[in-house]
């Protein structure tokens, strides 16, 4: 017998249940014949026994509070899905009337602007003013009362945070 | 028997896909029932990964979090709780580097991060008895001989030995090779063994 065989047995007893038919059958036959295998497999058993008996629990509180938490979470990320939605609806409805309605607003402006008689350069500039005013208010507003990123879930909104 | 071991593995994959599935809606009512299923399992491990019952806890919360956020990525093919603990341990690994930079093998030698065994004793405290006296003895000594072993080892253990995976969902969960996991599951049922004769003698 040679000590690579111990090891190997010993290596087959660490690796617990689940072996092939063959190996144990190979492992069952080696602990028969050499007794230092056998007490190190009764030994390996008692260490797993005793592992599998370790009384580690988790309270109903830890339970209560984890699920109270990621509820609260799950809301949050819900809302904040809810209200990503409605910025991208938002968006293509904007994207859709714009695409319909600029060649019909420029060709209203280049009538207003020979109707007034004023330069071509006139008219073009106050068609393009027309067009970002919006967007320049809409970001202004959105900065003076901050938007969703603000008051995201990302900190500051009473969860428990790492120690 | 065949017919028996199909049925199962149906059952096991039907159950699979219905969490993932749960997930990807984020249904509060999965989450809870699975936050209750695992409770013990997981602190548990957390507890033997990190070595402090108390950032064990915090670990527990923020990886339930996790599972929130990312449950799209769980893939039914795999047991959910093989999915779970890998988001509980690189969870575990990111706040340990993130408190000191060292890697998870760094530990090995912080004696100081070694925690008391009394750290590790159940929350649950029950009327004094004899036996139940020398089972929280029992239970303390090999706490302690736990935590003594590195924490690759240790966790390769407790998964194998407390948890009941099977050898490639440890390689799942840990991202080591079959023949790591083999050698860890060895090198730390030896360590174990002597630290627990060390102990009695």
Redesign the interface.
């Known amino acids: 017998m040679t000590r690579d065989r111990h090891d190997e047995a010993r290596e087959l007893i660490a690796l617990g249940e689940g072996l092939a038919d063959a190996k144990q059958a190979w492992l069952r036959a080696h602990l028969d014949e050499c007794e230092a295998c056998r007490n190190y497999a009764e030994a390996a058993d008692g260490v797993v026994r005793a592992l599998r008996s370790l009384p580690l629990a988790a309270d109903s509180r830890l339970v209560r509070a984890t699920q109270m938490r990621v509820r609260f979470h799950a809301g949050r990320l819900r809302e904040s899905r809810e209200r990503l939605w409605l910025v991208g609806m938002a968006c293509l409805g904007v994207g859709l009337s714009a695409t319909l309605t600029v060649p019909l607003l420029w060709r209203l402006f280049a009538w207003m602007g020979a109707w007034a008689g004023v330069s071509s350069w006139v008219w073009q500039a106050g068609f393009a003013f027309f067009w970002i005013a919006p967007t320049l208010v809409v970001s202004a507003v959105l900065l003076a009362r901050g938007t969703h990123l603000s008051n995201s879930h990302l900190g500051g909104n009473g969860e428990k945070q790492w120690r | 028997m065949n017919a028996v071991a199909y049925c199962f593995m149906n059952a096991m994959e039907s159950e699979a896909s219905a969490i993932a599935r749960g997930l990807r809606r ?1 249904d ?1 009512d999965l ?2 029932r699975l ?2 299923q695992y ?2 399992r ?3 491990y957390l ?1 033997y990964l990190s070595g402090d019952r108390e ?1 064990a ?2 670990l ?3 990886t ?2 996790r599972v ?2 990312r449950g799209h990525q769980y893939d039914p093919k795999y047991e959910f709780s093989t999915w779970l603990y890998a988001v509980a341990r690189n969870l575990t690994i990111d ?1 340990l580097r ?1 408190k000191r930079p060292v890697s998870l093998e760094g530990l090995m030698e912080d004696e100081e991060h070694a925690p008391r065994p009394s750290q ?1 004793e ?3 405290t029950r009327p004094m008895a004899w036996e139940v006296v020398q ?1 929280h003895e ?2 303390e000594r ?2 302690a001989a ?1 935590i003594g072993i590195p924490v690759e080892y240790r966790e390769t ?2 998964l ?3 948890e009941g995976l ?2 490639e969902e440890i390689a799942t969960v840990t991202g080591a090779k079959l023949g790591t996991v ?1 050698s860890r ?2 090198r730390g ?2 360590l ?2 002597s630290r ?1 004769k060390g102990a009695q003698a």
């Open positions: 984020r509060p989450l809870d936050i209750e409770q013990h997981l602190l548990r507890v950032l806890e915090d527990f919360q923020e339930w979090i929130l956020e706040y993130k590790l159940p929350a649950d089972q029992q239970a090999i706490s736990l253990v407790v194998r030995f407390q099977a050898l083999k599951l060895y049922l030896n174990l063994m627990l």
